[in-house]
């Protein structure tokens, strides 16, 4: 059910498609190993250079930015995958126009990654990593941001190359906030939430109406 949802959701957004991105999944794929270094290819004939790398995870609904602003003339990108990444089988690598993030291209079917060293408890993760929660994915109306117990000063929307959107002041204190997002056009955006002790948390946000 939980394949099918998501599925669904990325159909859904009209302005993602697919350019032959590489690696594209599905049951005839190699399962992707954590710590490997790997070559993520497209057809730069569909895609306006310059272009913003990511990996998106379908479990967690989270996405891990590769690169910002890559020439996507190239139409290759060697990249190794973080050994920190989480095992799942629900994860595409998307291929957007940095400056018009709106569109965007995914990889065909869902790619595995697996872990090749055991991996930190979800206890000592938490301790460790600054913790966001963002929902829903995708947005039309409101995002409902939340993030751990230290204060926060501002939140930024910005594209997927940095350049800001828009920005909200936090009340002191504060650990969530909930954003209108009605008047930002749909795409892919990258939302960062700037810490009181100067650790900025970042996520991957897409927005559809």
Known sequence: MKITLLAFTLVA??????AHVQPAGGAREATLTAG?????TWDSSLVQSPVAIALWDGE?????????AYNGVHAAYEWTIPDTMLSGQLYRFVIASASTPQTAHFSQSFVTIQHAIPRVSSIDRDRSEPQLSITPLP???VLHVRWDAAEATRVDLTTLIGQPLRTWSCVGGST???IDVAGIPSGMYMLVVHRADGTPISRAVLVQH
């Open 13 to 18: 957004l009209s302005h993602l498609s697919h």
């Open 36 to 40: 490997s270094r790997i070559t993520i």
């Open 60 to 68: 967690r609904r989270v996405t891990t930015p590769i690169h910002r």
């Open 139 to 141: 947005a039309r109306d």
């Open 176 to 178: 969530r906030m909930d």
